[in-house]
């Protein structure tokens, strides 16, 4: 395995308010994973126009993600 590829991983992302398409290295992104699918999520500042963005993760986002060296963190019920 080559220790250069997480490093060097890009994701394609697109923003839902300007529509503008790019790419984001996994240190722009960040996956939160909580106890549903409601609650597991990756965000991002999209670069072109500032907007803070938030989408819902299924399972294979989630291994794509944290495959590719994106931050996670874990969200914890307080019930």
């Given at each position: 395995?080559?220790?250069?590829?997480?490093?060097?991983a890009v994701f394609k992302a697109a923003?839902?308010?300007?529509?503008?398409?790019?790419?984001?290295?996994?240190?722009?992104?960040?996956?939160?994973?909580?106890?549903?699918?409601?609650?597991?999520?990756?965000s991002f500042t999209c670069?072109?126009?500032?907007?803070?963005?938030?989408?819902?993760?299924?399972?294979?986002?989630?291994?794509?993600?944290?495959?590719?060296?994106?931050?996670?963190?874990?969200?914890?019920?307080?019930?």
């Amino acid at each position: 395995m080559d220790a250069t590829a997480t490093a060097t991983a890009v994701f394609k992302a697109a923003c839902p308010d300007c529509r503008g398409r790019f790419e984001l290295h996994a240190g722009a992104l960040r996956l939160a994973i909580g106890a549903s699918s409601r609650t597991t999520f990756y965000s991002f500042t999209c670069p072109d126009c500032g907007s803070a963005v938030r989408k819902p993760a299924g399972e294979r986002i989630v291994e794509l993600l944290t495959g590719g060296g994106v931050r996670t963190l874990r969200l914890h019920s307080t019930a």
